[in-house]
């Protein structure tokens, strides 16, 4: 009998917030895939070890993926990730993929999930705490309330027009493009949070943009709030 991928959301960073299917499903995995060279260079890694015990006596598979946009190149690491969890499954292993947040938020898992499934493999998402959730609980507030929308932006791309939607916005991994992000920030006069690390023992908040570093923590999200509800 063949094993089954679980691709397992451990939450944003504090592994209190793992849920009790996720500690249950990584805890009866014999096998675990971090996205990273190594399980002490993992973040959803050293969350999960946080509750979940012995998990230093599972097998580990490493599967690490380039910072890239190049298409060719990251579905060549996917399918070569997919073929070292279908050794596992094919031994009949069941293999936890620990992944930040959600599995389904921006994730780099969900692309080896897709592969994985197509090639018949029997595959499951078990869902985590989403980044900016904890963040809006970490400030105190809504991110929406009655009939405001909501949108979740990938920042490592233009947001230019995004930044024009009406409702409350979340910069996702703004890290990377913080300087671009503040400048257009200010551009609008629009106001923003911005939590670096939320949950765990590094976590910044910065209160408005002014306050925001040039460079930041990879795992920093900016809340734009369209009404200010405190």
């Not at 998990?55 to 599967?63: H, I, S, V």
């Not at 936890?96 to 692309?111: K, N, Q, R, V």
Request: with cysteine; aromatic share 6%; glycine share 8%.
């Amino acid at each position: 009998m063949k094993g089954t991928l679980y691709g397992v959301g451990v939450g944003p960073g504090d592994p209190r917030l793992m849920t009790y299917l996720a500690v249950e499903t990584v805890k009866n995995c014999p096998v675990i895939a971090v996205p990273a060279e190594g399980r002490e260079h993992a973040v959803s890694y050293r969350i999960a070890a946080g509750i979940v015990k012995g998990l230093d006596e599972k097998e580990c598979l490493n599967l690490s993926t380039p910072m890239t946009k190049d298409m060719q190149v990251l579905k060549e690491n996917y399918e070569t990730a997919a073929d070292q969890i279908a050794k596992q499954l094919d031994a009949g292993k069941d293999v936890a993929y620990l992944t930040l947040g959600d599995p389904t938020i921006y994730s780099t898992y969900i692309y080896i999930h897709r592969i994985v499934r197509a090639r018949g493999y029997e595959t499951q998402i078990i869902s985590g705490i989403p980044s900016f959730c904890a963040v809006a609980a970490r400030l105190g507030g809504s991110l929406a309330d009655r009939s405001e929308q909501l949108h979740i932006i990938p920042s490592t791309y233009d947001i230019e027009e995004a930044l024009t939607y009406p409702g409350s916005k979340i910069l996702m991994k703004a890290a990377s493009k913080l300087s671009v992000v503040k400048d257009r920030l200010k551009e609008k006069e629009m106001k923003g949070i911005m939590v670096e690390n939320c949950g765990m023992l590094d976590e910044h908040i910065y209160e408005n943009v002014d306050d925001m570093p040039e460079r930041a923590s990879y795992y920093s999200i900016v809340v734009v709030r369209e009404n200010n509800h405190d």
